[in-house]
Every structure is written in structure tokens, then in C-alpha cells.
């Protein structure tokens, strides 16, 4: 991918702020929030190449887009949170809709339906849930049966229904996932294809701008060239090939939404005057509800962005980095949305201020595109495997590296991120001794630590960088403060939580409890109150009121 | 006949209107405050693009400042500038506006021909509003302040010259030079992502001191006769009186007040 520059992908996100600023006051959103209704206008102006022309970022240069690179993309695509989330998804349904095509079509089909969404500024939609196959896509029951014409399949008739569509009743045209007799496969079908027609527009917790309905298809026929890649039994690795990248795109969903909330809260704390003086210079009150969400959402931005950068260089697939990425950035920013109402007080719990929605707003990102607890086991499933492989050096390998970057740079917390992820090695062991991973739960707990322990390693990275990513906000003393803070209470939880999950499901081996390090853990906690309220003065300085 | 060559002047400004003030050194306090392209000169460019549609011209974009003030000058041309240049240089730095006139009108006689230049009103961080009119007198060309307007028939220009209580209507033959005052509900046009796309493709050039022929001792520090001697907030001005009445009426209540002021004691 060639992508773009930083002074442009500056100017896009300058242009697409400025209509949102516009086009999409509070006032507005809150209104089609209340009355769930999908802005169709704004979606036309989106795409419109005159006014702002989003969707053809996604789309290489070769079929009329202008080939956003991953990090382009993922950038855009925080920008499109903070404004809302709802409208985030809807130019997120395009995208996954085109995916299909743009990994797994023929040149032709790229060419053809590509260039067609680029021009025509079609919306799409990705038709692949079920009513009862969601993450476990092999339970798919939509059919799609060949129509022989003098001997050759001239096409598909397909049956069944689909469920939780974003974009599913104003779609241009949907790529549907159905069972062909050679197995899962990607088709296209147009709006207004006989037997094709959206249920109802759900009545949904948030996102409520965003159209999500069901889709019925009874017996519709498609042309055998709608049939992505030419190949059938191509949809399923076709599906996985791209949740790399676009669980990437939900977690810079779950980054800018949790952001929005918590600058808000921020801005308020620097206003609400309680008991003589604001609340932004009251510790309990910054040390709660503020500061572990700044801390936990950079070290999450560290992740996507080097998971993007790695997908830009040509690195293919990364499902595990996406899983880690989108796990921890949603999970903050829910949590961060969480605490920014209970930081507005009475506030907080109206629908005069935005908090309230964007938390509505924001929980879906830890449902769609894989719960989280489908990212916990995908994450823990791949790293066992490195576990295994490696023969139990893949984690000390990390925590020897993070021990060289503290050595050339002491500011960051490499060394108590060196020490969760040793920590996090003990544990993955004793779990292959006791065989601990025969239970879901502990699989599932396994893969929360394992994203904590990579997003800090990634964290302290990123806060060593000579040259800081140009969406750094702060100064090197702040951002560092932040990950310090990080670092600090993943290598606690890590050791205490696994201790806790080891000891809870199988024995005590000797030496174990030792192993863990919790003793130099616990030494490192030195200091964090100090860090914490540097970032609490700096963060209150950070975001003034508008 | 030639297209018209039009030259916009521009400046990268923190996008502030409350730009604080560092009370030791008495400079503008910039880290943290992104840049922005400063509001009069994205109306100037703006402008220069609707004579440009309107008449057909050569919309170059012109600025100086560091490397990263490049950012301005991609969004002048995204807007549709044609091309655009950046003096930068170490020898610069320091520039006043005396200095800052001098380079950029030296930058402006190294394009050749140019019919119309266009400036913002002034820059929302130094508010001198003192650099348009320098150029104007560097390039010994007559200048238009404050306009909102501008056409152009026949190599004439005609500009809305905005004054306190109204305005002026001022014809000037080309070339000549005008700052610009937009609107008082002007909102800056942005770009569409193709357009951005497209800007990464035109021409943008880099000058140095040496390039456009300017002399050392009359850029820098060193051409710079302004020295600031503290930056504070102005006391406000004091609102006047009004008295309605006959003249004779008005005549006697004036020179009241003139006597009790002693203005009248020899």
C-alpha cells in the first residue's frame, strides 16, 4: 500500500472534523440517537468526492481510490469515533463489505465492483452472521445452490437469512456468506435482486444512527461471476484473511470513542468547582476515574499502531495482533466511557452531555466484528501455539529485549514490562505442566493477560521512539508518566491474576509462587502515586474547555 | 494575453485566539497548540481561486517560516493553488516584519510577472498587520488594505476597502497588492480527501536566502530593526459620549468639557 503523507492524512482529518463540526453538532446526533434514524444525507456527503469522498481511502488507487495505507485508515477511522460512533460504523460497513472483494476477488471483480462503490459512492454491507451462527461461522445455513445452464453453473440460487447487518436495509449491495456445494463462499447481491429484501431497523442500546437489520434471501439468484475469487469454498479463509485489519479498524473505533469520553470528562473536571476548587486538581477524584484510562488507551494506541505499521510493510494476516489490539482498545474505551459518566456526576447521566451515549454508543464495540471473549480465546490460541513452539522462550525473549530497551532508556518501565511478561511466561508454563488450558477459562483469562502484557511491551516502545508517532498529544514526560503507569499495574495484575487463575484451577508446584517475581513487581510499584499526579496535572492542561 | 499570475501570501499560525503569552521572554507560547493556516490568508486563497475560476490565472501560494510549515501550503494547494513555494532557511530566522516583507518580495521578483498579490489582513498570533503593505512597498506597487471584495475588468481592480464605519470602493491598475478581510461569518473552505491526494503531486518548492537573491544583512536578526521590548495586553479603550442637540446646543456642552478637562488654559 502506498498511503499517504502525515501533513495529508492531517488535512483529511482537519477536512473531516470541519464537517463534522458543521454537519453533526450534539444537537443533531442526539436527535437521530432518539429517533434511530439513519442520516442518509450525511453518508452521501461523506462519500461525496467533492465534499469529502471518505470511502475512497479504502479503495487502491488502480480501481479509482486513493490507497489508504492501514495506519491512513486506522486514523481515520478514531477520527470517525470521536465524532460518532454510529456514523464510524456505517462508513466501517463499506469498507468490510468491499473486503471480500478487495483480498479475495478476481482482478475482474476488484476492477469491476471496486471501481463501482469508488464512483458510484455505493454503501455495502457484509452479510456474513446468522441468527444462529455469529462467531462460529461454520453453523452457517444460508445455501447457495448451482443453476446448471447447458451444462455450466451460469449462477447461484440463494436461501437464508442474515443478522445484525450494518448497513442491511440502505446498501447499495451486500456481500453475503453462504454454503455452496463446494464449501463457505462470498457472493455479491445487489439491492433490489428479486427475493432479496432487510427486515426492519433494530432497535438498538446505541449506535442507533447506524442501520442494522436482518436480511432474508429467498431463493435469489446471482450470476456464477458474483461469485468472489471464481473458486468456491474460498469465504471462510477469505473472512480471516482480513480480521487483522479490520479489527484494527474497531479497535481505533473503541480508542476514539473512549477518548472523546474521557476528554469531556477532562474539560468538565477543569470546570465543576467542588469544595474550592475544580475537580480536575482533586486527586481521588483524577486518580479514579481519569488517569488508568489515559494510561490503558496509549498503551492500546501503541499496539494498533504498530500492528498497522506491520501491515503496511506487507506482513499478512497479524489475526492475533488484531485480536490484541481490538480487546484492549475497546475494553478501555468502554471502561473509559464508564467512568466519564460517573466523572459528570448527575451530568453524566443526562442526555444534555455525550458521555451517556457514547458509552451506549461505545459498548458495541466489544460485541461486533468478534466479542471480546471470542479475541480472548483467538488471542490465546495463537500465542499457546508460540508458547509451545518456542519451547517456552517466546515470552522471556520479550522480556530480554524490554530489558535492553530499559538499560538505553530508564524512563518508560521497560523493566516492570520485562517483568509481566516473565511473569506472564511462569504462567503460560505452569498452565502446559498442569495442562490448565483443558479449561475455557482459563484459556480465556490467559488471553486478557496475554493483551495487557503485549500492549505495554508495545507501550514502552513506542514512549522510548527517538521520534514520536505524530499522534502523540503530549510531551515525552507525560506520555512516558503514562506508561510507566501501565507497565506498573500490568506486571501486578499479570502476577497476581495468573497466580490467583493457576492456583484456582491446579496445584502448587514448588517454587512456583517464586517464579512469578512478585517481590521485584512489587518493588517497581514505587513511585506510581508521583507519576499518577504528574499525569493528572498534565492531562487537566492537556484539554481545556472549548 | 497570458493568464493572470496571481501570488497568495501565507502563514502558519497556532490555532488560538487566546495564544498565551510566556511572562519571562514576552514570546507566544506554542508547544501543544496545533497549527493552523491563519484564517485571513486561507480568505485570501480562497479569493485568489474564485478569480482564478472566474478569469483563468496562476494561483501561486507563497510562505516562509521552518520545514513544517510546508502543512499550509499543501492545503492552499489541495484547495487549488497551482503551486506553491516555501522560504526557509536558518538565515531567516529571527525576521521581523520589515525583514519578512524584504524576503518575501524578493521571493515574489524571482517568479517574474505577477499581476496580483494577495495577503491576509494580518496574522492571528502577531497581529501586526504589517507585512502585506511591506511587500507592497518592496515591490514599489500600489496596495489596497483591508478588502472584501475584489474584481478585476481590464487589468483594473476594483476592492471593497473596509474602513470604520463602512467602506470605500478603490480601483487600482494591476499590478497591485490587497490584503483581505473575510467576512464575519467566513468559515474556511476544507479540501476532500481526493483533493488532498492531488496536492501531494503539484509543485512545491523550497527556497533558500541565497536563492532568491536576498541580502544577508537585510533578513535575519540582522535586517530586523524591531526589537520587542515586552508584549502585554492593551488597556481597553474608553467608550466615547454621544450628545444629540442643536448645533448651538452641542457647541456649548463641548467646550464645557473642554474647559473642565483644561484643555483650554494656555
Known amino acids: 500500500m502506498t498511503g499517504l503523507d502525515s501533513i495529508a492524512r492531517g488535512l483529511m482529518l482537519d477536512s473531516l472534523r470541519d464537517y463534522a463540526k458543521r454537519r453533526l453538532p450534539y444537537e443533531e446526533l442526539r436527535r437521530l440517537d432518539r429517533e434511530n434514524e439513519f442520516p442518509a444525507d450525511v453518508l452521501k456527503e461523506l462519500y461525496d468526492p467533492e465534499i469529502l469522498g471518505i470511502h475512497l481511502l479504502l479503495i487502491p488507487q488502480e480501481y479509482g481510490g486513493l490507497g489508504g495505507s492501514t495506519f491512513d485508515i486506522y486514523r481515520v477511522c478514531e477520527a470517525l469515533a470521536h465524532i460518532d460512533l454510529g456514523v464510524a460504523t456505517s462508513v466501517f460497513a463499506t469498507f468490510l463489505g468491499s473486503d471480500p472483494i478487495r483480498v479475495g476477488g478476481t482482478e475482474e471483480q476488484r476492477r469491476f465492483w471496486l471501481g463501482k462503490i469508488a464512483k458510484e459512492r455505493l454503501l455495502a454491507a457484509y452479510g456474513a452472521t446468522e441468527p444462529d451462527a455469529g462467531s462460529d461461522l461454520v453453523a452457517l445455513s444460508t445455501r447457495a445452490a448451482h443453476v446448471v445452464k447447458n451444462g455450466k453453473i451460469a449462477g447461484y440460487r440463494i436461501t437464508g437469512n442474515k443478522q445484525w447487518i450494518s448497513n442491511g436495509g440502505v446498501a447499495d449491495l451486500a456481500v453475503i456468506l453462504a454454503l455452496a456445494p463446494g464449501g463457505p463462499s462470498w457472493f455479491v447481491v445487489e439491492k433490489g435482486t428479486e427475493g432479496f429484501s432487510a427486515n426492519a431497523h433494530e432497535d438498538k442500546h446505541g449506535i442507533r444512527l447506524s442501520n442494522t437489520c436482518a436480511l432474508a434471501l429467498d431463493d435469489v439468484f446471482v450470476p456464477a461471476e458474483n461469485l468472489i475469487g471464481g473458486v468456491e469454498g474460498q469465504g471462510l479463509s477469505q473472512a480471516q484473511a482480513v480480521f487483522g485489519y479490520t479489527r484494527l479498524m474497531v479497535a481505533a473505533f473503541g480508542l476514539g470513542a473512549g477518548w472523546e469520553a474521557l476528554e469531556t470528562a477532562i474539560r468538565y473536571s477543569r470546570q465543576r468547582i467542588q469544595s474550592g476548587g475544580p475537580l480536575s486538581q482533586k486527586q481521588g477524584y483524577m486518580l479514579k476515574l481519569i488517569v488508568p484510562h489515559a494510561a490503558r488507551l496509549e498503551a492500546a494506541r501503541a499496539f494498533i499502531e504498530d500492528t498497522a505499521h506491520r501491515l503496511d510493510a506487507g506482513k499478512h494476516g497479524l489475526q492475533t495482533e488484531g485480536s490484541i489490539a481490538k480487546l484492549a482498545a475497546t475494553e478501555a474505551g468502554n471502561r473509559a466511557a464508564e467512568d466519564a459518566i460517573q466523572a459528570l456526576g448527575g451530568y453524566g447521566y443526562t442526555k444534555d452531555f455525550p458521555v451517556e451515549k457514547i458509552k451506549r454508543d461505545v459498548k458495541i464495540t466489544c460485541i461486533y466484528e468478534g466479542t471480546s471473549e471470542m479475541m480472548e480465546m483467538t488471542v490465546c490460541r495463537g500465542r499457546w501455539q508460540e508458547h509451545l513452539k518456542s519451547r517456552g522462550t517466546y515470552y522471556e525473549e520479550q522480556a530480554a529485549a524490554l530489558d535492553r530497551l530499559h538499560a538505553s532508556c530508564p524512563t518508560v518501565g521497560a523493566d516492570s514490562a520485562a517483568l509481566a511478561l516473565r511473569a506472564l511466561n511462569k504462567i503460560l508454563e505452569e498452565c502446559r505442566l498442569q495442562r490448565l488450558t483443558r479449561h475455557q477459562h482459563v484459556t480465556m483469562r490467559l488471553g486478557e493477560y496475554i493483551a495487557q502484557a503485549e500492549t505495554c511491551a508495545a507501550f514502552c516502545r513506542a514512549a522510548s521512539a527517538d521520534h514520536y508517532s505524530e499522534t502523540v498529544r503530549f510531551d515525552a514526560q507525560t506520555w512516558q508518566a503514562l506508561c510507566r503507569i501501565h507497565a506498573r499495574e500490568t506486571a501486578a495484575d499479570i502476577c497476581l491474576k495468573g497466580a490467583k487463575l493457576v492456583l484456582g484451577a491446579g496445584a502448587m508446584n514448588p517454587g512456583f509462587a517464586d517464579a512469578l517475581g512478585l517481590g521485584a513487581i512489587l518493588a517497581k510499584q514505587a513511585g506510581a502515586l508521583e507519576d499518577q499526579e504528574l499525569a493528572m496535572k498534565k492531562l487537566a492542561e492537556s484539554f481545556r474547555s472549548r | ?266
Open chain 2, 1 to 266: 494575453m497570458n493568464p493572470m499570475k496571481i501570488v497568495v501570501c501565507v502563514k502558519q499560525v497556532p490555532d488560538t485566539t487566546e495564544v498565551q503569552v510566556d511572562p519571562q521572554t514576552g514570546t507566544l507560547i506554542r508547544a501543544g497548540v496545533p497549527s493552523i493556516l491563519n484564517p485571513y490568508d486561507h480568505f485570501a486563497v480562497e479569493k485568489a481561486l474564485e478569480l482564478k475560476a472566474e478569469h483563468g490565472a496562476e494561483v501561486s501560494v507563497l510562505t516562509m517560516g521552518p520545514p513544517q510549515a510546508q502543512a499550509v501550503l499543501r492545503l492552499a494547494l489541495a484547495l487549488g493553488a497551482d503551486r506553491a513555494m516555501l522560504l526557509s532557511d536558518r538565515l531567516f530566522a529571527g525576521s521581523d516584519t520589515w525583514a519578512t516583507s524584504y524576503a518575501l518580495g524578493r521571493a515574489i521578483r524571482k517568479l517574474g510577472r505577477t499581476d496580483l498579490i494577495l495577503c491576509g489582513q494580518q496574522a492571528i498570533d502577531g497581529d501586526t498587520a504589517q507585512v502585506g503593505p511591506g511587500i507592497a512597498q518592496n515591490l514599489r506597487i500600489p496596495q489596497i488594505t483591508f478588502c472584501d471584495q475584489v474584481e478585476i475588468e481590464d487589468r483594473q481592480l476594483k476592492a471593497r476597502h473596509h474602513i470604520d464605519d463602512g467602506h470605500e470602493i478603490v480601483q487600482a491598475r494591476l499590478p497591485v497588492l490587497c490584503t483581505m478581510t473575510p467576512p464575519q461569518d467566513y468559515r474556511p473552505r476544507h479540501p476532500s480527501f481526493p483533493r488532498v491526494v492531488q496536492a501531494m503531486g503539484k509543485v512545491l518548492e523550497t527556497w533558500t536566502a541565497l536563492e532568491i537573491g536576498a541580502e544577508p544583512g537585510m533578513i535575519g536578526l540582522k535586517g530586523s530593526p524591531t526589537q520587542v521590548d515586552r508584549v502585554y495586553a492593551p488597556p481597553q479603550k474608553e467608550k466615547g459620549v454621544v450628545f444629540t442637540g442643536t448645533a448651538a446646543e452641542l457647541a456649548g456642552r463641548i467646550l464645557d468639557i473642554l474647559q473642565k478637562e483644561n484643555f483650554l488654559t494656555p
